[in-house]
């Protein structure tokens, strides 16, 4: 079976309906369990106190805002190079849900950063690029919005994503490019290491980010599905204002 059958918008509807409600009753376990248990079974941090709960919604959210962006680098450019219109329909359908996670990880972060460095907002690389990329969200959908033929709007938007994709990848690694920032490294993959994590915070903080990952995979497809019956719609009034 080949992987590009699932392009069809057909075969992806059908392999979707399955695999929705698993996404979505997985997504509500992995973030009730997590949540639940990273802010009221977790002990307080000897320096940050209760503050350092925020990391359970902070860091998935935020890792979740650069990975949709990957996604539709990943979509747009299959879109590009094979014209599947399910690859570019996907694309579009994440960009909302990966603006709103954005959006979380600023506030949060802001909430988080006020009491431990002092400010709501600092100039830090990695914040400013984590704030270009929300405005590559914003531009992306209003792109989508403003140019009426579809496939020139997946044309353009797979470009204009191409191009933030430089600012997805400064969010993320941007520590490791410039020492003086405020943000610390991934302590994530650090269990077990100096100055890593502890286990108390490490476990729930796993749940709750997988429990992202599948709301994220849930909304998406939720998404996609709406994309693809839309045009279809449009095809078929298109039909009858020509019949």
Same mark, same amino acid.
């Given at each position: 079976?080949?992987?590009?059958?699932?392009?069809?918008?057909?075969?992806?509807?059908?392999?979707?309906r399955r695999v929705l409600p698993v996404a979505v009753g997985l997504a509500v376990v992995g973030l009730l369990v997590g949540l639940?248990?990273?802010?009221?079974?977790?002990?307080?941090?000897?320096?940050?106190?209760?503050?350092?709960?925020?990391?359970?919604?902070?860091?998935?959210?935020?890792?979740?805002?650069?990975? #949709? !962006?990957?996604?539709? %680098?990943? @979509?747009? +450019? =299959?879109?590009?190079?094979?014209?599947?219109?399910?690859? $570019? *329909?996907?694309?579009?359908?994440?960009?909302?849900?990966?603006?709103?996670?954005?959006?979380?990880?600023?506030?949060?972060?802001?909430?988080?950063?006020?009491?431990?460095?002092?400010?709501?907002? #600092? !100039?830090?690389?990695? %914040?400013? @690029?984590? +704030? =270009?990329?929300?405005?590559?969200?914003?531009?992306?959908? $209003? *792109?989508?919005?403003?140019?009426?033929?579809?496939?020139?709007?997946?044309?353009?938007?797979?470009?204009?994503?191409?191009?933030?994709?430089?600012?997805?990848?400064?969010?993320?690694?941007?520590?490791?490019?410039?020492?003086?920032?405020?943000?610390?490294?991934?302590?994530?993959?650090?269990?077990?290491?100096?100055?890593?994590?502890d286990v108390a915070y490490y476990v729930p903080l796993v749940v709750s980010i997988v429990g992202f990952v599948l709301l994220f995979?849930?909304?998406?497809?939720?998404?996609?599905?709406?994309?693809?019956?839309?045009?279809?719609?449009?095809?078929?009034?298109?039909?009858?204002?020509?019949?």
């Amino acid at each position: 079976m080949s992987l590009w059958e699932y392009a069809n918008p057909k075969r992806f509807m059908q392999v979707s309906r399955r695999v929705l409600p698993v996404a979505v009753g997985l997504a509500v376990v992995g973030l009730l369990v997590g949540l639940i248990w990273g802010f009221f079974f977790t002990p307080d941090d000897f320096r940050q106190g209760s503050t350092v709960k925020i990391i359970f919604l902070h860091v998935p959210t935020a890792m979740m805002a650069i990975n #949709a !962006w990957v996604m539709m %680098l990943v @979509a747009s +450019l =299959i879109w590009l190079i094979r014209r599947h219109h399910v690859s $570019a *329909l996907a694309a579009k359908a994440a960009a909302p849900v990966g603006l709103t996670f954005t959006v979380i990880a600023l506030v949060t972060g802001a909430l988080w950063g006020q009491p431990m460095w002092g400010t709501w907002w #600092a !100039w830090d690389p990695r %914040l400013t @690029a984590f +704030l =270009i990329l929300a405005l590559f969200y914003l531009g992306y959908i $209003a *792109l989508w919005q403003a140019v009426d033929d579809p496939d020139t709007a997946a044309d353009l938007t797979a470009v204009l994503c191409m191009v933030g994709s430089v600012f997805a990848l400064l969010s993320r690694y941007a520590v490791k490019f410039w020492n003086q920032g405020l943000h610390q490294d991934s302590t994530i993959l650090k269990v077990g290491e100096t100055d890593p994590i502890d286990v108390a915070y490490y476990v729930p903080l796993v749940v709750s980010i997988v429990g992202f990952v599948l709301l994220f995979v849930a909304l998406v497809l939720i998404r996609t599905r709406t994309e693809i019956r839309a045009r279809r719609l449009s095809a078929l009034l298109a039909r009858e204002r020509l019949a």
